[in-house]
């Protein structure tokens, strides 16, 4: 089984960037003759929708780039390699990472997507006796849990007062939905703990006991980034400025004051953005010099290259399957449609986590599900009498479910790791199919 998946996703799934062209054709097939859309429409919807991700791929090139810069301090290299000594067998290692990774991503998804990769490419350095690929698929499959943590965009937005929240859910959600209803939800947190325990099981099992995949150096090579040569034994004031300690020191300030009133003060939560700031900060201080980290920021930036390229084609794919033609339909709107006509109270949470799963490989965003979804789902949920927090879960787990197998959310980890898509997708379809049933089982517990 395990060889078959691998062997088909190395064979069929192309390059990311061929993948999302390719959604692009599929989105604008089906939306012409489901919709009632013209061809123009359609090039329409995909044209206005191209740039609506510039400032979200802004957010996630420089979560990679400062996340990786922070990762290239000499401190933190240090940290990293002696965690990466502890587990003592190549089985404990993917174990380890899966872990590391899923607990991660609960707490903040982009810290997580981070955080794990390039601790399993520490572990990577350590033991040659460690399957490379699926030490990466390891890292990246603990993602699938993020949608269902304190970081999720759904969960987070449901719990948020305003007028937003009502016009957003067309009149169903006229109050806030607690997180003590979704993300706290007993039922939530055993689902997200039997996924966890899943894809660590899995992956562990996995690994092969004999021909494992023999590790490119080039794919971990971390060259230490060499000193300025200067001839001249005389600092000039721009040179006492590029290796000024204090100067560094005083930025960390300014964005850790801005963080410590933002959070504490304000009650905010941690959202992409103070991630960002917490890498930025931390890598300043912990390079020493602005120039040092200016340095190691360059070289992070070549890993940024297919979240630039690909992220305005996802954006004109969303605004192809959001698009309302004449018609008056939007696809999004056709399929939730047809999830809710053959639902019922208790099948209601699962067929909406399944047609959110779908949408999420045209519409790989949270908050692309809620504009799609929320009008119309939480209105059936509540005509079925299903919980709203439920309803707000289901919708979130089946965001997170298929980015096991949808590159998108992989760029960074792949650009870290030096992999492309096919070389990890064929594990974290096993752990997709492992997911699928202990998630479908807990929506429909919660039903019950």
Not at 417 to 426: E, N, P, S, T, Y
Request: hydrophobic content about 55%; charged content about 10%; aromatic content about 8%.
């Amino acid at each position: 089984m395990i060889k078959f998946c691998v062997r088909l996703v190395q064979r069929w799934l192309p390059e990311p960037f061929i993948f999302a062209i390719l959604l692009t054709f599929v989105a604008a097939l089906v939306a012409m003759p489901v919709c009632s859309q013209s061809p123009l429409e359609v090039i329409e919807h995909w044209g206005g929708g191209v740039w609506n991700l510039l400032a979200f791929a802004m957010q996630m090139a420089l979560v990679l780039v400062c996340g990786s810069t922070l990762a290239a301090a000499p401190v933190v290299k240090r940290a990293i390699a002696a965690m990466a000594r502890v587990p003592r067998s190549a089985p404990a290692a993917i174990a380890l990472v899966t872990v590391v990774s899923a607990l991660s991503c609960w707490l903040n998804w982009g810290f997580g997507l981070i955080v794990g990769v390039v601790f399993a490419k520490a572990i990577a350095r350590q033991r040659a006796d460690v399957d490379y690929r699926l030490l990466i698929a390891s890292a990246y499959s603990g993602f699938v849990v993020w949608h269902a943590g304190i970081s999720g965009s759904i969960p987070l937005t449901m719990a948020t007062p305003g007028e937003a929240l009502s016009m957003a859910t067309d009149g169903a959600l006229t109050s806030p939905v607690p997180l003590s209803h979704t993300v706290f939800a007993w039922h939530n947190l055993a689902t997200a703990l039997f996924a966890i325990i899943g894809i660590t099981v899995a992956n562990t099992l996995m690994h092969p006991k004999q021909g494992v995949l023999t590790i490119d150096p080039a794919l971990l090579k971390d060259d230490d980034i060499a000193p300025i040569a200067t001839t001249s034994t005389t600092k000039t004031p721009a040179q006492r400025l590029e290796k000024s300690k204090l100067l560094s020191w005083l930025v960390a300030l300014m964005l850790a004051t801005y963080l410590v009133i933002h959070l504490a003060v304000r009650g905010a939560g941690l959202d992409l953005g103070g991630v960002i700031m917490i890498f930025l900060a931390l890598g300043l201080v912990l390079h020493s010099t602005p120039v040092d980290y200016v340095r190691a920021f360059g070289k992070a930036t070549a890993g940024a290259a297919g979240i630039i390229l690909q992220f305005p084609f996802y954006a004109g794919i969303m605004g192809i399957v959001t698009g309302v033609g004449v018609s008056g339909i939007s696809l999004g709107g056709v399929m939730a449609d047809a999830c809710i006509q053959i639902s019922n109270s208790v099948t209601y949470p699962l067929l909406t986590f399944l047609c959110a799963a779908v949408l999420n490989l045209f519409v790989p965003s949270g908050g692309g599900h809620w504009a799609v979804q929320a009008p119309v789902m939480f209105t059936a949920g509540a005509n079925l009498g299903v919980d709203p927090g439920l309803t707000g879960m289901a919708i979130a787990w089946g965001d997170a479910w298929t980015n096991l197998i949808q590159p998108f959310w992989a760029l960074p980890a792949l650009a870290i790791a030096r992999l492309d898509a096919k070389d990890i997708m064929g594990y974290c379809l096993i752990d997709l199919l492992v997911t699928g049933v202990i998630i479908c089982a807990g929506l429909l517990l919660w039903a019950i």
